[in-house]
């Protein structure tokens, strides 16, 4: 497969064009960037970890039977990925009340929700993401009635899914935001997750220290978000206990066989 020209760069990824007009390559940057743009930084291995986490997220969905635009992890930084026709909201999943909830609602940081709460933005950083009803997508068209009760449903299994797979490595799905697109083969349309799931689009804290293993390192400014990543692809599995989590040694690590 031969890599093309690129197509589109976001915040935090690349897309590049293939050989085969069905598949695209998408390339993890070291970017990192909160509020919409207004705070941007490099974070030297951060696309690494992100790409190694995705891929490792996603596959397992696969193994539930949730489908998704992964086909395979190419290297380091770039991963083969079915092309779909992004839907343009970003769905927001909350288990517990933290980030811009607390403020637009005034709800106090860390409540427990008794079940997960979704919540619909609009992919449009001119914008800024404003938060919408099920609604508007219905009344612009954004997503078909159809297409919006199949993405509930599968985002209902996927934070099930993911709960207990962070819980069984000491670590709360606090909440998280997905994407989803539309695949079309043989002239038939099916709706898929797409994107990335990776620190930097979850939530997760350590269940006994509540300690933060995601991007509000960044956004916070708490630092070290480098070994926060590393610690999450470590309990996940993905890397060595022993692995060294400078950055550095995290662009050199060798794909190792999953931890029994
Ligand atoms: P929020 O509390 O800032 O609305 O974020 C909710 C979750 O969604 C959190 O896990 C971070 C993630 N998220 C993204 O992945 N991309 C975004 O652009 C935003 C605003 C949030
Ligand atoms: N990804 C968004 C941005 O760049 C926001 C965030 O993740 O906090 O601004």
Not at 185 to 203: F, H, M, N, Q
Request: charged residues 35%.
């Amino acid at each position: 497969m031969k890599k093309g020209k690129k197509l589109y760069e976001g915040k935090a990824k690349i897309i590049y064009s293939t050989s085969d007009k069905n598949l695209i390559i998408q390339y993890f940057k070291d970017d990192a960037t909160a509020f919409n743009n207004i705070k941007k930084s490099t974070i030297e291995g951060k696309g690494v970890l992100n790409n190694r986490i995705s891929e490792h997220i996603l596959n397992n969905l696969s193994q539930i039977g949730i489908k998704n635009h992964l086909v395979k992890r190419l290297n380091m930084r770039e991963q083969i990925i079915k092309l779909v026709e992004i839907i343009p909201i970003e769905f927001i999943v909350r288990n517990v009340a933290t980030g811009s909830i607390t403020k637009r609602l005034g709800i106090e940081d860390g409540t427990v929700l008794d079940q997960p709460l979704l919540e619909f933005c609009l992919k449009d950083d001119k914008l800024n993401d404003p938060i919408i009803a099920e609604e508007h997508i219905l009344a612009f068209g954004w997503a078909t009635k159809k297409e919006l009760e199949k993405v509930k449903k599968m985002i209902l299994r996927i934070n099930d899914f993911m709960i207990g797979m962070f819980r069984g490595v000491g670590i709360k799905l606090i909440d998280f935001k997905l994407e989803f697109g539309r695949l079309k083969t043989d002239g038939k349309t099916e709706v898929i997750l797409a994107d990335e799931i990776s620190p930097d689009t979850c939530r997760l804290w350590d269940t006994i220290t509540d300690k933060k293993l995601d991007k509000d390192r960044f956004r916070k400014d708490l630092g070290d978000l480098i070994p926060a990543y590393t610690e999450v692809a470590k309990r996940l599995g993905i890397l060595h206990e022993q692995s060294n989590v400078s950055a550095v040694n995290v662009t050199k690590l060798r794909p190792l066989k999953k931890r029994k």
